[in-house]
């Protein structure tokens, strides 16, 4: 499963340092959920929806609509 945090991240130009402090943890963990190479916890997917202002599942690929439901 890729996530669309990476496309969201660019498309916001922000760094991973960025992301990884709004989210307090390290940068290269970050990069680790960025890459897919470590799950990313339901408590980040939470703040990662909210810091972009969508849902989770258009985080996880389950629908292109960016806006989170009402």
Same mark, same amino acid.
């Given at each position: ?6 496309? #969201?991240?660019?498309? !916001?130009?922000?760094?991973? =340092?960025?992301?990884?402090?709004? #989210?307090?943890?390290?940068? &290269? #963990? @970050? &990069? *680790? @959920? ?8 339901? &408590?980040?997917?939470? *703040?990662?929806? =909210?810091? @972009? *202002?969508? &849902?989770?599942? @258009? ?5 292109? !609509? *960016? =806006?989170?439901?009402?």
């Amino acid at each position: 499963m890729r996530l669309r945090i990476r496309d #969201l991240r660019e498309d !916001h130009d922000l760094t991973q =340092q960025q992301v990884a402090e709004y #989210l307090m943890c390290d940068q &290269s #963990l @970050y &990069s *680790k @959920y960025e890459r897919g190479e470590r799950d990313v916890p339901l &408590s980040i997917m939470i *703040k990662l929806a =909210q810091f @972009y *202002k969508t &849902s989770i599942d @258009y985080l996880v690929g389950l629908t292109n !609509h *960016k =806006q989170p439901y009402r």
